[in-house]
Structure formats: C-alpha cells, structure tokens
C-alpha cells in the first residue's frame, strides 16, 4: 500500500534560518503530493502541491520539488518566521478512484526569536 | 463563506455512551470526509463520502457510523465510545475526488473516552 515517510520532530530553529523537512513517498503509479499545514489550534490547509514529477510547489515562501526518482518532496524554506511554527503534513493521493489521501505523521517546527 | 463547521470543539464521554460529531460545509462540496488525528500516527480515513446517499469504510471504521442525507451535513456517530476512540477528529471536504483536489478541513473536535 502507500505510505509517507517524514522525518521526526520536533524540529527548532531560529527567526531568519532555513528549513528543510524530509518527506520520502511509496506508492504505485503517479501519486499527487502536498504539503498540509497545522497551525496551533486549527485545521489543516494546503500549502502547496505537485502533480508530476520535476514539478515544483510553493507558497509562502515555502517549495517542494516533485523527485520521482528518489521519491521524495521535501519542503524548503529560507528563511523561516516565528509565524512559520506549526506542524507539517506530507500527504500522497493515489491516481485510484476516490481521491485517497495518506498522510505521514507530522512534523513540528518551532521558530524562536 | 464559513467553510467547513464541526461541533463541538470539545467532547468527554464515558465509556459506552454514544455521540455524534456534527460536520457541515457551505461550499457545495461532494466529497466529504472524517479522519482520526492520533500521536505519531498521523491522519487516518475513518469513513468518506462522495455525494448525498453515498457513503464508503475508510481504513479505520470500526464503532463509527456515517450518512449523507444533504450535500452540506456529514455526521460522524459513536455507536458505544470506547478509550480507544480517544482522539482529534477532523472533517474534510472537496469540490472533486480526483488525485489532484485540495482538500479543506474543518476546526477539528477533541473527544476524550473515560
């Protein structure tokens, strides 16, 4: 079956430094990827997402690039704000009927001042 | 528009009471959904729908219920809450299903069986 691989949290960084949050992907055929953010409290929303492979999401500030040879979407920033805090989704959709998401397990990053 | 609703945002049940989680959308959405937010598990499918009447098992189904008599309602029932159910849970919904559809999610309710 599909499954998404993130990296452990939780990841802290200081105001203005870059981040970069691992996200390797299984699936069959040719999976949509995003990205899901959760601020404090709230829902989940897209950030971004990539249809195809070599596509680059972005966002915000935020990029992912599509690698289906490595099967990864990492997402990158260059400079991270304390706003930015939050936990982070990488999520694959199947290309199979319903669109079926699976989500991996979250990150969460802290920015401090 | 509100987007997608749910209440309450906070529940505690004993252990054989029954609820339901109430979720709405005011976006003409067809494709609805309930997922669990566990620690360290990420977000898993408990029951979705893709149109009014319409409804499918998820990967986690099991003390659960749903039914979709509007577009815009998709409640989410405990038959009999077990401490196992304790968890965040989340609706969701699409305009589409196709791979590509961004999904929207509502507020989220916080549900603890004693």
């Known amino acids: 079956g599909n499954s998404v691989t993130q990296m452990e949290g939780p990841v802290t960084l200081s105001e203005e430094a870059f981040l970069t949050i691992n996200c390797t992907y299984t699936a069959t055929g040719y999976p949509s990827l995003f990205w899901y953010v959760q601020y404090p409290g709230e829902g989940l929303q897209l950030l971004l997402k990539?249809?195809?492979?070599?596509d680059k999401g972005s966002n915000k500030g935020f990029e992912a690039t599509y690698r289906k040879e490595t099967t990864s979407f990492h997402l990158e920033k260059g400079s991270v704000q304390v706003s930015d805090s939050a936990v982070y989704f990488c999520a694959l959709s199947d290309s199979g009927g319903y669109q079926k998401v699976t989500f991996g397990t979250g990150t969460k990053l802290q920015v401090i001042p | 528009n509100a987007g997608v609703t749910q209440t309450p945002k906070f529940q505690v049940l004993k252990t054989g009471q029954s609820m339901t989680l109430q979720c709405a959308q005011d976006?003409?959405?067809?494709?609805m959904s309930w997922y669990r937010q566990d620690p360290g598990m990420g977000l898993r499918l408990i029951h979705y729908s893709v149109g009014a009447g319409i409804t499918d098992q998820g990967e986690v189904p099991n003390g659960y219920n749903v039914s979709r008599s509007t577009t815009e309602d998709f409640p989410l029932r405990l038959l009999s809450a077990a401490p196992s159910q304790t968890s965040v849970y989340f609706c969701?919904?699409?305009?589409?299903?196709?791979?590509?559809?961004?999904?929207?999610f509502g507020p989220g309710t916080r549900l603890t069986v004693l």
């Open positions: 976006m003409n959405h067809e494709y």
């Open positions: 969701a919904s699409s305009y589409g299903g196709g791979r590509a559809e961004e999904q929207f």
């Open positions: 990539a249809t195809k492979a070599d």
